[in-house]
């Protein structure tokens, strides 16, 4: 178990837990659980927080390892002393999520796919039922709202925002090396420089899409569960690039370091890009 070389691991066991057996584990998601049934809807709340694990992963090109375990399951009477045990079903219903968001399938479709794959010995009706609520409730709507809509995000997706086509003619190109008036203040080609060393990416300049004067992000990406990906809130994904600058600030992704967008002073009000 130890040597193998998983670099990331999501435990979805209880608080208190037996210690897995891995040396040198950085990368460890443990799920705080607030009761030892590991409630199905307290699971639903934990998936932003699983799914930006695994997108550092991915930035990384980890290898990921979900450990499940057993569930004190209540009685009728809602007593816990029989301390009946229920098999995990948690990981596999974080897979079943995963390939639902990915390949926008409702959950059963998703759950047949993956038993065409793979031997699903444990899964929880409960769980099931609850992602299968989940994507009647708010999920089928998110993705119809954004389907005609373009997404522009950072490499791993924890920083996104959904325009229209139109605002696409808001777009200019920079490719700036010294002194500028652009957002990124004569940064620009250094910068795409980084792109290519740190991702491999060819770009010739970078592309700013200007949004109207006042508007807030949150015009452009809504909650966790109402919007076209399932990630944490925006105000925690993004942090302050270094330097500084006089009418301009500069943010990224805390998980690939992707700048994601700036904050442009004009007149005393607040212009995003």
Not at 129 to 140: F, T
Request: charged content about 20%.
């Amino acid at each position: 178990f130890g040597q193998l070389s998983w670099t990331h691991v999501v435990d979805f066991r209880c608080r208190g837990a037996a210690a897995l057996p891995l040396q040198d584990m950085a990368h460890v998601l443990r799920l705080p659980w607030t009761s030892s049934e590991r409630p199905a809807l307290e699971f639903l709340d934990f998936l932003p927080t699983v799914f930006d694990f695994l997108r550092h992963a991915a930035v990384l090109r980890g290898i990921v390892l979900f450990v499940d375990g057993y569930a004190k399951v209540s009685d009728r009477n809602g007593s816990l002393k029989g301390r009946a045990m229920r098999h995990g079903g948690l990981a596999i219903g974080a897979v079943l999520a995963l390939v639902a968001e990915s390949y926008h399938l409702d959950i059963y479709s998703a759950l047949s796919y993956v038993s065409s794959q793979l031997l699903v010995a444990a899964l929880r009706p409960d769980v099931v039922r609850a992602l299968a609520n989940w994507q009647e409730d708010l999920r089928y709507e998110a993705w119809a709202r954004c389907r005609n809509l373009v997404r522009v995000s950072c490499f791993c997706g924890a920083c996104h925002w959904y325009v229209s086509q139109a605002s696409l003619s808001e777009t200019v190109n920079c490719s700036c090396n010294g002194e500028s008036s652009c957002p990124n203040q004569g940064s620009c080609r250094s910068y795409v420089a980084w792109l290519r060393t740190r991702y491999g990416v060819k770009l010739q300049s970078i592309k700013w899409l200007w949004l109207p004067k006042g508007a807030p992000l949150s015009d452009y990406n809504h909650t966790p569960f109402d919007d076209g990906m399932v990630a944490g809130p925006l105000e925690e994904q993004f942090e302050l690039m270094d330097g500084e600058a006089k009418n301009s600030r500069c943010f990224r992704c805390k998980t690939c370091q992707v700048m994601t967008h700036a904050e442009v002073t004009e007149a005393s009000e607040i212009r995003r890009v």
